[in-house]
């Protein structure tokens, strides 16, 4: 048999102790928590009144499928938005990253040691850094040849471009003919 | 704004965590399970277990299913939820073998596997109960407190212990060599009003004299491993696993090596303008190619 006035005095004690009471420090978190709990039990509880065989966990599966799929859709969209966008942005960092300067001096040089194939592709892409610089073509997306030449409107580039299209994609054999000329040709879409 | 919307998500996240973690550290908020020698909140029984060790008595946690514990002196059953037919079934059999049980509050029905004529509950008013007739675990007890109310509205085979002006709240049976006392209404028990009255007295006397053991798996609670969180940290983990899943899914390559070794250039323009002559040649009309061609070349056309 235990006593009354004891138990009770002791049962005071320890519910006394720190950890049965609320420290008093605001909790905006659990405030925010216990407030997102109840609108989800809320949610929940709209289920419950119409009889879905199998009940709440049921509900949570659905939840659970629908939620994916949503997730699905939305991360393929996004996917397929980057992958879109990555060769434009990759195409105008790598032309603000370019030295004209560097990509001609780069030029003369395999021009002086015959390789005039290499010459006539730094020349080129020199020339194309230019005009990005000069707002005259937009990098963002990636360009073809045409379609600079349309952009820009000069002669110059269109002989430049028909001498690079020859030895780079019709795979004619350059001469230093061709370095000169595209040269010269550059020199005049650039003024 | 950020150029990685996704980083700064996770770092909020992660300083979330940690603030609620330290805060729980340094100033822990009361909270747990219903009923639960673990749960410092109210409804919870943390303050009965520290009684009843603070009296002399070996406290255990049940956190395994009974067929797997040992002997038990005393077993209390708080606010379950749920009591799986297995559980039950030991229960009683246990009773029936000499073991005392004390259970209050949740499920009822589970009562029918430890009592042969199980009460069956009523609603009723809180209030203060008095003793109704001699019994040990009443002895020297005045008044006790019930916050919450609920009565035995039917007492079966069990006799009452306390009652209200609403009804009998407490009862008790001998059941073979055992004994049960059945709370209808458990808030004596409980942190939030274990103070009031006389309830820590007829707390301590329901108990028995001996080792008292609280049944913790009917709150989730298992022994060791993954199995010793609660459910619903479990489902928590389970849906976070997944997620992860998911997104180290989205992030791999489907298919081939990591990276490209080299990028797809555009066939040769040649291979196009030999395809092209060869398909103006099957046509076999030689006059007519050579003339369009004498016009756009001289044309000046490309």
Redesign the interface.
């Given at each position: 048999m235990s006593d009354p006035g004891a138990a009770r005095e002791q049962a005071r004690e320890i519910l006394a102790e720190r950890r049965f009471h609320d420290h008093g420090l605001p909790d905006p978190f659990r405030d925010v928590l216990d407030r997102v709990a109840g609108w989800i039990d809320s949610f929940l509880g709209l289920f419950d009144g119409l009889g879905i065989p199998g009940g709440r966990p049921v509900v949570w599966l659905v939840l659970a499928l629908i939620a994916a799929v949503a997730a699905s859709l939305i991360a393929g969209r996004a996917t397929a938005r980057r992958r879109a966008a990555a060769p434009a942005r990759a195409a105008a960092s790598a032309l603000a990253r370019e030295d004209p300067e560097a990509l001609e001096r780069r030029a003369r040089e395999a021009a002086a040691r015959g390789d005039h194939e290499l010459a006539l592709r730094l020349g080129f892409r020199a020339g194309v850094v230019r005009l990005h610089r000069r707002g005259r073509i937009d990098a963002e997306e990636s360009l073809s040849t045409g379609e600079i030449a349309r952009a820009v409107g000069a002669p110059g580039f269109d002989r430049a471009a028909a001498r690079f299209d020859e030895v780079v994609y019709g795979r004619r054999p350059a001469a230093a003919d061709d370095v000169e000329a595209a040269r010269a040709a550059w020199e005049e879409a650039l003024r | 704004m950020t150029r990685h919307p996704l980083r700064l998500a996770a770092v909020l996240a992660v300083a979330?965590v940690a603030?609620?973690l330290a805060?729980e550290w340094f100033?822990?908020?009361?909270g747990g399970p219903a009923g639960s020698s673990y749960a410092?909140a109210p409804a919870g029984a943390?303050?009965y277990a520290?009684?009843l060790r603070?009296?002399g008595r070996e406290i255990v946690r049940v956190r395994r299913p009974l067929d797997d514990a040992g002997e038990i002196e005393t077993l209390v059953v708080l606010e379950p939820e749920h009591v799986d037919p297995e559980e039950a079934a030991a229960i009683g059999a246990r009773v029936r073998g000499g073991m005392r049980l004390v259970a209050g509050g949740g499920a009822t029905g589970w009562l029918r596997d430890v009592v042969a004529e199980p009460p069956a509950k009523g609603s009723g008013a809180p209030g203060v109960a008095r003793v109704t007739g001699p019994a040990?675990e009443t002895?020297?007890?005045?008044a006790v407190a019930f916050r919450r109310g609920g009565v035995w509205a039917q007492l079966g085979q069990t006799e009452p212990l306390l009652t209200t002006e609403a009804g009998p709240v407490a009862v008790a049976a001998g059941q073979g060599e055992g004994r049960v006392v059945l709370l209808a209404d458990p808030t004596p028990l409980l942190?939030g009003a274990?103070?009031d009255?006389?309830?820590?007295?007829f707390?301590?006397?329901a108990a028995g004299p001996g080792a008292v053991a609280f049944l913790e798996t009917v709150h989730g609670y298992r022994d060791s491993g993954l199995a010793a969180l609660p459910d619903r940290a479990l489902w928590a983990l389970l849906?976070l696993a997944v997620a992860a899943l998911?997104y180290v899914w989205?992030m791999a390559r489907r298919l081939g090596p990591p990276e490209d070794e080299e990028r797809e250039l555009?066939p040769?323009?040649?291979d196009y303008?030999e395809a092209l002559a060869a398909a103006l040649e099957a046509s076999g009309d030689e006059e007519g190619v050579r003339a369009e061609a004498d016009r756009r070349l001289g044309s000046g056309g490309?």
């Open positions: - | 979330f603030i609620v805060l100033a822990p908020t009361p410092t943390a303050a520290e009684l603070r009296d040990p002895e020297g007890v005045g942190n274990l103070a009255a006389d309830n820590a007295a707390a301590l006397d849906g998911l989205s555009a040769p323009r040649r303008a490309r």
